[in-house]
């Protein structure tokens, strides 16, 4: 809504978040599929599709997106951004698993390492990434409402806190 007006068009990856759709419908949007490749999506058919249209931003999820859980190299992230500067769109990143990121990241060079270490003759000592912190329980309050209502107005004026220690999903 900050970045765009009715009748704009929104270049996604060609594989996006189905809920982008349902967005654009309801803010009057048209949406530009952008052709994807091994790393994401493919800065060359996007920067064709915006010297054929004029796109008003970019919506995509470099970091592990969905659906292919892909995470975009940095140099092509560079590249979407000069296409941005060049073009004059903005880029709406939904970085919903950028906290999965360092994880991921680690877990692909120690398989990369792994890899190459397999193709050598003498093996190398490994060393295992370390894990990322894991995060702390939040505590989450609970406003229970009593059936206590202002005389005058009827709106239930006292409310009750309580406190839930409830661990988080993993």
């Not at 859980?69 to 140099?75: G, H, K, N, S, V």
Request: aromatic share 4%.
């Amino acid at each position: 809504m900050a970045t765009t007006r009715p009748g704009d068009t929104v270049a996604v990856e060609n594989l996006t978040w189905p809920g982008i759709q349902a967005a654009a419908a309801a803010l009057g949007l048209e949406l530009l599929p952008v052709p994807m490749d091994e790393h994401g999506l493919n800065p060359r058919a996007l920067g064709r599709l915006a010297q054929r249209q004029r796109i008003a931003a970019l919506y995509c999820m470099p970091t592990l997106q969905n659906p292919t859980a892909r995470t975009m190299p940095i140099e092509r992230r560079d590249a979407v951004a000069a296409l941005a500067r060049r073009f004059g769109f903005q880029i709406i990143e939904d970085d919903a698993y950028g906290f999965l990121a360092d994880a991921a990241t680690a877990k692909a060079l120690l398989c990369a390492r792994k890899d190459k270490q397999e193709t050598k003759q003498t093996p190398e000592p490994r060393a295992e990434p370390e894990a990322p912190p894991k995060p702390k329980p939040k505590q989450t309050a609970v406003f229970k409402a009593k059936n206590t209502a202002d005389s005058q107005t009827g709106i239930v004026v006292e409310t009750k806190r309580r406190r839930s220690f409830r661990k988080p999903m993993a």
